[in-house]
């Protein structure tokens, strides 16, 4: 595979924030919605799988020379260095399948990994399937887990700042209209918005205009 940097277009000394940024340009341009019925659909398929890789490479890299952020999530949960590589191509599918809105089949994927292998890369994924599926208290649970396991993330911690943000705007806004046993205009209006929040640190965008 070629340097991961180059993939993303940045720099070795690119700070974590612009590392995350970039890969959520990419993850845009290349996304399925956008070439959907389209002749190089495949193209952009093969070329969002590369993004995802190379992301997903360059957070393996700076959290092995960083000690491995969290040792507790590092140690407890991923004691096989063997489990572990392969977990991570699993983690990119997931990546991917998230990106395409095919949450079932991503969160397959997470359910098949045993417990004790369960780091906090599983436990991010597992929140943006959840916030997906408006399982949003389920979500900040494992944004919590995620960011407990793995402190120095900047994108577990930017999933974990949204989530709360948003469950917090949830949590104060009005009913405008009401049904019994239904949801409000604001409840869904709300939700929307918390699923987009999240959608987007994959890479995704539930919500266009947001």
């Known amino acids: 595979m070629q340097d991961p940097y ?26 399925p919605d956008n070439f959907v019925n389209s002749p190089i659909a495949d193209v952009a398929e093969e070329k969002m799988k590369e993004v995802n890789e190379a992301y997903q490479q360059i957070q393996d890299e700076r959290q092995e020379k960083s000690g ?14 063997g489990d572990r590589s392969a977990h991570a191509s699993k983690y990119i599918h997931v990546r991917e ?30 929140g943006c399937i959840q916030t997906q599926k408006g399982w949003y208290y389920e979500a900040q649970q494992s944004f919590d887990a995620a960011c407990a396991m793995d402190p120095n993330n900047t994108e577990y911690q930017d999933a974990q700042f949204r989530m ?11 009913r405008t209209t009401t049904t019994t046993g239904g949801a409000s205009a604001c409840d869904i209006c709300q939700g929307l918005i918390c699923a987009d929040c999240l959608c987007e640190c994959c890479g995704g965008d539930l919500v266009p205009c947001c």
């Open 6 to 31: 180059k993939v993303l277009g940045i720099d070795r000394n690119a700070t974590d924030e612009e590392i995350k940024s970039a890969y959520r340009a990419l993850a845009k341009k290349y996304h």
């Open 68 to 81: 491995g952020g969290n040792s507790y999530g590092r140690t407890q949960y991923s004691t096989n260095t």
């Open 97 to 126: 399948l998230i990106n395409a809105g095919k949450t079932n089949e991503a969160n397959e994927i997470l359910d098949s990994i045993p417990v004790y292998d369960r780091n906090a890369e599983w436990n991010f994924l597992k």
């Open 164 to 174: 709360k943000n948003a469950s917090q705007n949830f949590g104060r806004s009005y």
